[in-house]
Nanobody, 126 residues
Framework: QVQFVESGGGLVQPGGSLRLSCVAS????????VGWFRQAPGKEREGVSC????????YYADSVKGRFTISRDNAKNTVYLQMDNLNPEDTAVYYC???????????????????WGQGTQVTVSS
């Protein structure tokens, strides 16, 4: 089965950090750019970050720029999202998916990505 498995979510206080992991299953991660998305209750799924498979270039939404860092380890078929200085507005279910279009990471919108996992819940609260 071709999909991602996300992990690393949890409950954290404002200002805290979490590191999410996204493991690819059923395909070779190195062939694809990978994006992280999040969806809060009642809101649309939004693109948070993306990392290219070709040159490692990255994209960040303005809301997370300077706080989140995306990275990948193709040998482990894994993409990471390091999230620092979290705030309550970051509360959501976080998903990863592969970019189905080229050039990679040019439009980080859910309809352009596939092989979604089940997501991991991130809750930022005191």
């Amino acid at each position: 089965q071709v999909q991602f498995v996300e992990s690393g979510g949890g409950l954290v206080q404002p200002g805290g950090s979490l590191r999410l992991s996204c493991v690819a299953s059923g395909f070779t991660l190195g062939y694809y750019a990978v994006g992280w998305f999040r969806q809060a209750p009642g809101k649309e799924r939004e693109g948070v970050s993306c990392i290219s498979n070709s040159d490692g270039s990255t994209y960040y939404a303005d809301s997370v720029k300077g706080r989140f860092t995306i990275s990948r380890d193709n040998a482990k078929n894994t993409v990471y999202l390091q999230m620092d200085n979290l705030n309550p507005e970051d509360t959501a279910v976080y998903y990863c998916a592969k970019d189905l279009f080229l050039p990679p990471c040019t439009v980080v919108a859910a309809f352009r990505f596939g092989s979604w996992g089940q997501g991991t819940q991130v809750t930022v609260s005191s």
